[in-house]
């Protein structure tokens, strides 16, 4: 299977998963499960299951094995965008072009449908071992998932954002949140695919390695297409980051020098994996497809 | 020991774990982690710990053993506490006499800590493999604690709670809120004892159905404390539930025939472990200790 085939594999598998282990919304009381299902639904890349399947194939198992813990990584990313998206924090009224979960069901139901998407992600991880994972692999997975996404993680980063704007220009800080915001889950995926799958514990520090740099690119290019984006459609570079005076990789360095140390970490990244030969392909590939993306 | 003693032990060991599985104040950044701690140093009777170490006792199991996930009840339900009390929830200014997290922290960082206490409730119940729980225990529990507290558990529990006082009187929905926000977390802490300590199925059974009756009583003297507790202080029986126009035991029955409904099931809790003989005297002394509480 080539890249795009196996990338596409690798979503229609999480769709399929999402529908499979998740209520249906008219489950009682209905309006949790429709709010759930609508961040969920809300689409995207589906990056971290993704990550997650390939990591699992890449140590050597069946990816099907692994789906109710991708589904659950995808829950865990969108419990953080919907609370992200708040009135008291972001307060962003639109997501992908679609109104934010708050816009359409009110903050009460946004924040518990939150709630329960982050308790859903550990429920579904801890369901691999009904698939013949062995129970030792699944705690791993589930205290690793705790930590990155905890209060010294995805929570800290969240933190630490939402006051850097207030802080002077730091390359320390906005390196700080975006390891723990984006890295971090991005990182959780690829190890939780190979402690899931029995990987070598040097195999497991390779994707671990592999994911940071890639965590990093991938929020580089983030901020350089709030910029570009924006370049294009309105022809001058006057982004949502810029007008939340957020502190971003283009804000600190700008556009040239963002896009250099976009490329140095997809290098990186790919010169880990690379050692392992052919079997590395698609995650080198993504890589590659990580910073060319224009959405 | 007897019952006073032995219920001061397990409070004071979940003190203990809080401290020793808790990052102190000061861990980067400080912020999250003081609003983590501020909330469960309010205090409280720490039931539900107290529960899953008496349960793991109860089974055979030093209590020292399941000290991480007995704290991690305790962050699950002060986690649920810090979200309804919310601005966008119940708006509540106070609770047990101190303000609401959100008003000492601030809304973004009030949701973010329960956030934070919600993950480390999974994170630590995890920790348990390390001392010696068998792994598949350690999964199973996991996964009871996320389906308790998940969308069709205590969070569907507040869901309808929020809605509920726009319905008209109905018991179904009252035992509905109440199954789910108060007695779904507490039949966990009790089976969770038994799981991690290996009890038999018919034991588990036995700890859940004294936690079902349990909880509905425990639920019964919340809503008649709240009319007494005023009755005795104000001379009138208004309290907060009727001023939020809450759908209560009291407010549908009055307040001698919701008396008759906790001690029937506390009579009805008592009477499932009494046949296990002695070994169920801290539970039993603990249902009438539930019965008589005064706040």
């Not at 999480?14 to 282990?21: A, K």
């Not at 499960?33 to 990591?55: E, T």
């Not at 069901?105 to 991880?125: M, N, P, R, S």
């Amino acid at each position: 299977m080539d890249f795009k085939n196996r990338l596409k594999y690798y979503q229609n598998l999480t769709e399929e998963g999402l529908r499979r282990f998740l209520p249906p919304e008219d489950t009682y009381p209905p309006v949790i499960h429709q709010a759930m299902n609508y961040s969920l639904q809300a689409g995207g890349k589906r990056l971290r299951p993704v990550l997650l399947l390939a990591a699992g194939e890449w140590s050597g198992l069946m990816p099907e094995k692994l789906l109710p813990a991708a589904v659950g990584v995808e829950c865990l990313h969108t419990y953080s965008l919907i609370h992200d998206d708040l009135p008291a924090m972001d307060n962003d009224d639109f997501r992908r072009g679609k109104p934010t979960n708050h816009k359409v069901f009110g903050e009460a139901i946004a924040i518990l449908a939150g709630d329960a998407l982050l308790t859903k992600a550990f429920e579904l991880t801890a369901k691999t071992m009904e698939l013949g994972i062995p129970a030792e692999r699944v705690v791993r997975a589930i205290a690793e998932l705790a930590v990155a996404s905890g209060s010294e993680g995805l929570i800290a980063g969240q933190v630490v954002d939402l006051t850097s704007n207030e802080k002077k220009k730091d390359p320390e800080v906005l390196q700080y949140i975006h390891l723990n915001k984006t890295a971090r889950l991005i990182r959780y995926s690829l190890i939780a695919g190979g402690i899931l799958a029995g990987a070598l514990e040097e195999e497991i520090e390779a994707l671990d390695n592999y994911g940071r740099h890639l965590g990093l690119a991938f929020q580089m290019v983030d901020d350089l297409l709030d910029v570009i984006g924006d370049f294009t459609k309105i022809g001058k570079p006057v982004g949502s980051d810029e007008k939340n005076q957020k502190l971003t990789y283009v804000s600190l360095f700008g556009i040239d020098e963002t896009r250099r140390q976009a490329e140095e970490e997809i290098a990186a990244a790919q010169n880990i994996l690379k050692r392992y030969g052919e079997r590395s392909s698609f995650f080198i590939e993504l890589a590659e497809y990580i910073l060319k993306r224009e959405s």
